[in-house]
């Protein structure tokens, strides 16, 4: 297994441009979520998704959107990027058995907004 | 909202020394989660706690969960080089999202 996968790794952009950073992962996971991590500031939840066709708003929806169309791929998509979104990105997927739910973590993608 | 409060924020200990990091929520807590993160890394789920009071060990690892549900430690034992990281609880309310904590940044010197 593959586990968690995002693309790309790294990307800079202008303010205003748009970009869809992809997530994957090979595990038949129903839970799956997008955070930022800023320095300081732990992780904070963008928006997840509970399910193929369903999704929620996290902490800090505000200039994300995202679907869920399969199990496997939950992309997040940037429709105006600012530099309060130069962050980096984890995507992370989980499952529950029996009351105890185990995260898996992506890579991560590092985004530089100018 | 919610709050999960850790600290310390950042601790540098002698390698051999141990360690512990706290957490507090403001909110009773369904279960709190513990992960790892290496510089440059991604966090690594560590384990979960649900019980009020457990206790948990991973080799010199312990974790606990208060007796309320609102609060947690994870102290290790005789540190290592290979301990360095930044070490995060999540805490979930009942039917509720995931809440991270700021992360205690460990430095181990040898």
Redesign the interface.
Known sequence: NAGVTQTPKFQVLKTGQSMTLQCAQDMNHEYM?W?RQDP??????IH?SVGAGITDQ??VPNGYNVSRSTTEDFPLRLLSAAPSQTSVY?C?SSYLTQ??????????TRLLVL | ?QQVM?IP?YQHVQEGEDFTTYCNSSTTLS?I?WYKQRPG?????LI?L?KSGEVKKQKRLTFQFGEAKKNSSLHITATQTTDVGTY?C?G?EYGN???????TILRVKS
């Open positions: 979520s955070y300081g500031m732990g992780l904070r939840l997840y996290g902490e984890f992370a009351g105890q739910e185990t995260q898996y973590f992506g890579p991560g | 909202g850790q924020q279960n989660q890394g991604h966090p690594v789920f979960q649900v995060f999540a979930r999202k995931l809440v991270f904590g700021a992360g």
